[in-house]
């Protein structure tokens, strides 16, 4: 099964880093973010990828052609232009690199992405998320529940301390609790490529699409 992710975005929230590359390309680590997604689901053995480029997406193209040369042992021989890899085993991956456009909304990319996947079921993420998930597990939930799509769910903590009072005096205090309420979207899909019936012509996200 092939994973789809989406690397297109602008990044705004990051702009200190995003003027010069792709919100994916930020390293964490000594690797960009993509790298990190990628070895999530290669851990489970899902390592056919789909990448959706937009914003600078050639610098991602560039990072995946050098790839193997910044991770091999080299020999070169100057004299006459050769070079040699030793350790030629990096990751076992097979790497799609699909334009869906500079501005495109979700939707416009997962179409297109999905389109050159064919039909079949797809795992399909968002390129700046990192998430501690059970790949396998999300599978196994979405064939028990035979629908179209499955969305993982997060409960978010809160950005401040809580406090509890009674009266003036201080009776709990929870540094950074998870909310009670309000669980959002974790990132994490599995796909039925029937998907594609509900995504309609308009450019928009992905999300909204009605």
Do not use: C
């Not at 200190?16 to 000594?30: D, N, R």
């Not at 056919?48 to 080299?74: C, M, P, Q, W």
């Not at 969305?151 to 909310?179: D, M, Q, Y």
């Amino acid at each position: 099964m092939k994973v789809i992710i989406l690397a297109g975005g602008l990044g705004t929230r990051l702009s200190e880093e995003t003027t010069l590359k792709p919100k994916p390309m930020v390293e964490i680590g000594g690797f960009p973010i993509l790298w990190h997604i990628m070895k999530i689901y290669s851990h489970y053995g899902f390592n056919e990828f789909v990448i959706a480029l937009g914003y600078k997406g050639n610098t991602i193209k560039d990072y995946f052609l050098e790839y193997s040369r910044h991770n091999s042992n080299l020999t070169i021989d100057l004299k006459n232009d050769k070079v040699t890899k030793h350790n030629k085993g990096n990751e076992d991956w097979i790497i799609d690199l699909i334009s869906t456009g500079s501005n495109s909304f979700t939707g416009n990319r997962i179409k297109k992405t999905m389109e050159h996947v064919g039909k079949e079921r797809v795992m399909l993420t968002y390129g700046d998320g990192l998430s501690n998930i059970n790949i396998n597990k999300l599978l196994e939930f979405h064939l028990e529940q035979k629908k179209l799509a499955t969305l993982t769910a997060v409960r978010p903590t809160a950005r401040f301390g809580e406090l509890s009072f009674n009266g003036n005096n201080i009776t709990k205090f929870s540094e950074k609790p998870k909310t009670g309420e309000g669980w959002i979207n974790g990132g994490f899909f599995v796909l039925e490529p029937e998907i594609l019936d509900y995504i309609n012509e308009k450019d928009e996200p992905f999300e909204t699409s009605s």
